[in-house]
T-cell receptor, first 114, second 115 residues
C-alpha cells in the first residue's frame, strides 16, 4: 500500500529552468493538494483539486501550474524557477467531501533553486 | 482570511507532560487537527477534534478545545524521546468551503525532549 508517492525527493534547479514535481496516490482519493513548507511559516497551500479535471488556487499559487487528468496523479509544474521557490514541497490527498478525514502526505520534495 | 498561530519551540524532560498550544481566528472552523512531522518525513495525522467537542483523549494524547477563545491544545503525557518532532495545528471548514478538505496550518512547534 504505497499511499502518496512524490518524486523526486531532491532537486537542484538553476534560475529560469522549469520542472515538474510528480505526485501519485493509490487510495482513490478525490481531494489532492500541494503545499510548500518554509521555516517559521508552516505549510502554505499552493493549489488543490477536488477531482479529476478540477483544480483551484490556494494561498500562494504564483509561479506554479497544476493539472488533474486522472484521479491518481496531481503534478505540480514550476514554469520558470526562482530562488524564492526554494522550499520543501508536500503533496497530500484525502477523501472528498472531507472534513474530519485524514489527509495523507507524501515524503516531500526538497527543491533548491540557485 | 484564516490564521493559525503556534509557538515555535518547546523543550521538556523525558517523562514530563508536554502541552502544545494553538490559536486560530476562523470562527467557521469545523475540524481542528494535530499533525506530527519527524525529521525528513511528511506529516502524519495524530488526532483531530470536531468543533462541537471540547475534549478528546487518545492514549497519551489529550486535545482540549476552547471554542470561545479559539484555543486548541495538545497534551502529551509521559513524553518520550521518540515524541521529538514538529507538531502542526491545522483547521478546516470541511465541506462548507466548497473546496473540500482544505487545511490551514500553523507554523509548527518544534518539540525537543531532553533526557
Amino acid at each position: 500500500n504505497a499511499g502518496v508517492t512524490q518524486t523526486p525527493k531532491f532537486q537542484v534547479l538553476k534560475t529560469g529552468q522549469s520542472m515538474t514535481l510528480q505526485c501519485a496516490q493509490d487510495m482513490n482519493h478525490e481531494y489532492m493538494s500541494w503545499y510548500r513548507q518554509d521555516p517559521g511559516m508552516g505549510l502554505r497551500l499552493i493549489h488543490y483539486s477536488v477531482g479529476a479535471g478540477i483544480t483551484d488556487q490556494g494561498e500562494v499559487p504564483n509561479g506554479y501550474n497544476v493539472s488533474r487528468s486522472t484521479t491518481e496523479d496531481f503534478p505540480l509544474r514550476l514554469l520558470s524557477a526562482a530562488p524564492s521557490q526554494t522550499s520543501v514541497y508536500f503533496c497530500a490527498s484525502s477523501d472528498f467531501p472531507g472534513g474530519g478525514t485524514e489527509a495523507f502526505f507524501g515524503q516531500g520534495t526538497r527543491l533548491t533553486v540557485v | 482570511g484564516e490564521d493559525v498561530e503556534q509557538s515555535l519551540f518547546l523543550s521538556v524532560r523525558e517523562g514530563d507532560s508536554s502541552v502544545i498550544n494553538c490559536t486560530y481566528t476562523d470562527s467557521s472552523s469545523t475540524y481542528l487537527y494535530w499533525y506530527k512531522q519527524e525529521p525528513g518525513a511528511g506529516l502524519q495525522l495524530l488526532t483531530y477534534i470536531f468543533s462541537n467537542m471540547d475534549m478528546k483523549q487518545d492514549q497519551r494524547l489529550t486535545v482540549l478545545l476552547n471554542k470561545k477563545d479559539k484555543h486548541l491544545s495538545l497534551r502529551i503525557a509521559d513524553t518520550q524521546t521518540g515524541d521529538s518532532a514538529i507538531y502542526f495545528c491545522a483547521e478546516s471548514r470541511g465541506i462548507l468551503t466548497g473546496g473540500g478538505n482544505k487545511l490551514t496550518f500553523g507554523t509548527g512547534t518544534q518539540l525537543k525532549v531532553e533526557l
